[in-house]
Every structure is written in structure tokens, then in C-alpha cells.
């Protein structure tokens, strides 16, 4: 895989270049500092917030409802509770 670096301060300049290399599957690595660095990654509306994973979780967590192993939190004092039986 092609990796490509760059400063933070030359990413405005070129975006577009950076954005084609990422869509094409180069990895973009833009460097912010010397603490900090970033990978620009394309992704789609599908695959944004909903990861493979996020989504077994939450069928998991559907059946644990409809098992009923799950706590009902309606108020303050039901939090309380909640978290002192932790």
C-alpha cells in the first residue's frame, strides 16, 4: 500500500489532490505537529457510524430486551440505584 505524508499546513493547498490519492486507496497521513498525525480515510453513508461489529452489538443488545436482561432507568433515583448495585 502507497503511503503519502504530508504537514497540516500543506494539506489546505493540495486537498483535492489528497482526497483523489485517499479515493484511489493510498493512505494520506497529515501531519499535525510533531505530537500528532491523522489518516484520511474515505468512507460512505453505510459504513460512517454503523461498523460490522457496531451492528452485532446491537442485535445482541435487542435480544438481551426481548430476554428481559436489561435495567429501565425512568428517573434519578433509578439511576442512583443503578449504579450503586454495580
Known amino acids: 500500500m502507497a503511503i503519502v505524508k504530508t504537514t497540516s499546513r500543506k494539506f ?3 486537498q483535492k489532490h489528497f482526497f483523489d490519492l485517499a ?3 493510498v ?3 497529515i501531519k499535525r505537529g510533531n505530537k500528532q498525525a ?3 480515510t474515505p468512507v460512505d453513508e453505510d ?4 461498523t460490522p461489529e457496531m451492528v452485532q ?3 445482541e443488545s435487542q435480544e438481551q430486551i426481548k430476554k ?3 435495567t429501565t432507568v425512568r428517573n434519578k433515583a433509578d439511576l442512583d ?3 450503586k448495585n454495580l
Open 12 to 14: 489546505p493547498d493540495k
Open 23 to 25: 479515493d484511489q486507496g
Open 27 to 29: 493512505k494520506v497521513i
Open 38 to 40: 491523522y489518516v484520511l
Open 47 to 50: 459504513n460512517l457510524y454503523f
Open 57 to 59: 452489538r446491537i442485535k
Open 68 to 70: 428481559g436482561q436489561s
Open 81 to 83: 440505584a443503578f449504579f
